[in-house]
């Protein structure tokens, strides 16, 4: 079993769409939850990352750690083409400096 | 942040040749670290460099295929050696500054080897 488990897609939605991305973990001593977005060609940039479990919002993203259920989630809110990309989780234990990915889910936001 | 150049940003190698990707930071930093992205997988950890000291491979990577070269606290290069197609993927280098919450990346190496 995957450490983390992150559905590739693609994901198709209209434009103004809420999206929600998601991942699982198995575990549980992650305690850095961090969501980066890959355009086509260019390297994984960072968005945010949130620390145990909670809410975390950054204009229209945000971030959701549930730490009960080992899920986390990032949602996109007024989705815009410009958000087409693919959007890969990341974790972090408290001991360690070792990023775990997911393997990106493709999100297409067509207008 | 940083901006993180890597050359060649795609190439096309033959098996059985060996290709070097470089990697160069704005800015000084102590450790530099090289992943891999296949297609349809997670990005994995290769190595990390620190400068002045041999790097450290994760499980599943050798030296002798993947040599690092960490010259100074702004370049780092890797090797791709004895190419064969199972080596296609993008080759990514990456930086944090302070913990791995803020790491960057360059926009990776595209290698085909056919």
């Known amino acids: 079993q995957k450490e983390v488990e992150q559905d590739p897609g693609p994901l198709s939605v209209p434009e103004g769409a809420i999206v929600s991305l998601n991942c699982t973990y198995s575990n549980s001593a992650f305690q850095y939850f961090m969501w980066y977005r890959q355009y086509s060609r260019k390297g994984p940039e960072l968005l945010m990352y949130?620390?145990?479990?909670g809410n975390k919002e950054d204009g229209r993203f945000t971030a959701q750690v549930d730490k009960s259920s080992k899920y986390i989630s990032l949602f996109i809110r007024d989705s815009q083409p410009s958000d087409s990309a693919t959007y890969l989780c990341a974790m972090l234990r408290g001991d360690t400096d070792k990023l775990i990915f997911g393997t990106g889910t493709r999100l297409q936001v067509f207008p | 942040s940083a901006v993180i150049s890597q050359k060649p940003s795609r190439d096309i190698c033959q098996r059985g040749t060996s290709l070097t990707i470089q990697c160069q930071v704005d800015s000084q930093v102590t450790m530099m670290f090289w992943y891999r992205q296949q297609p349809g997988q997670s990005l994995t950890l290769i190595a990390t460099?620190?400068?002045?000291?041999?790097?450290?491979?994760e499980s599943g990577f050798v030296i002798d295929k993947f040599p690092i070269s960490r010259p100074n606290l702004t370049f780092s290069t890797l090797t791709v050696s004895n190419m064969s197609p199972e080596d296609s993927s993008i080759y990514l280098c990456?930086?944090?500054?302070?913990?791995?919450?803020?790491?960057?990346f360059g926009q990776g190496t595209r290698l085909t080897v056919v």
């Open positions: 949130t620390y145990s479990s």
């Open positions: 990456s930086v944090e500054f302070g913990r791995a919450t803020e790491a960057f």
């Open positions: 460099a620190n400068q002045g000291s041999e790097a450290t491979y």
